[in-house]
């Protein structure tokens, strides 16, 4: 099985190039970055959906895998065991196109041709994801995962804190295939 590693570089060089000092020390087989920094994904072999706001990187060359999907905040790669599908969602989206990106995320893991691992920021707040609440956002994406069938693997540490709120951005999801 892989080892991977979800990051988020916030479009910071320093963070991407750190990202490499991290995945090195951890023997990381695939990086998942969000918010990567264009020009650094660029110089360094890593593969981004169409915005560059998601990367991946194969940096062991221990596990055969092939591109699978590449689109606006989503990308998936099928490995031997499993496709991997990354995504980012801006938190600055109207709630309808937030929709629309979950509706395209949940085709892609639907029509996914084995066990599908979901890992990513979809800037939601949903209380099975292990937030403190559900917000609208939340509850679209927490509807998804039902459909979807899958479940949450993060054990509820929050992974963002702002004006005294905490919350799970940073997701990591299997499903049950």
């Known amino acids: 099985m892989p080892r991977l590693l979800l990051s988020n570089a916030n479009r910071s060089c320093l963070s991407h190039d750190l990202v490499g000092v991290i995945d090195t020390e951890i023997e990381a087989d695939l990086v998942i970055t969000k918010e990567s920094n264009r ?4 110089r360094h072999d890593w593969i981004a959906d169409t915005t560059g706001d998601v990367a991946i990187k ?3 060359n221990r596990h055969a ?6 689109d606006e905040g989503i990308l ?3 490995l031997t ?9 801006s938190p600055n989206i109207v709630l309808e196109d937030y929709k629309t990106y979950i509706d395209r995320l949940m085709g892609i893991i639907m029509q996914a041709p084995k066990r599908v691992i979901l890992m990513g ?3 939601c707040k949903a209380i099975i994801a292990g937030s403190d609440y559900t917000n609208n956002r939340g509850q679209i994406f927490a509807d998804m995962m039902i459909v979807t069938g899958l ?6 540490t929050h992974t963002f804190e702002a004006r005294g ?4 951005l940073d997701l990591t999801l299997v499903n049950n295939r």
Do not use: K, M
Not at 65 to 70: F, G, P, S, T, V
Not at 165 to 168: E, K, T
């Open 121 to 123: 920021d979809f800037n």
């Open 165 to 168: 709120h905490r919350s799970v």
């Open 39 to 42: 020009n650094v994904a660029a």
């Open 76 to 78: 998936s790669i099928i």
């Open 58 to 60: 194969n940096c062991s």
């Open 81 to 89: 065991e499993f496709v991997l599908v990354a995504g980012y969602v």
């Open 151 to 156: 479940v949450c693997l993060n054990d509820g």
């Open 65 to 70: 895998w092939q591109l699978h999907r590449r």
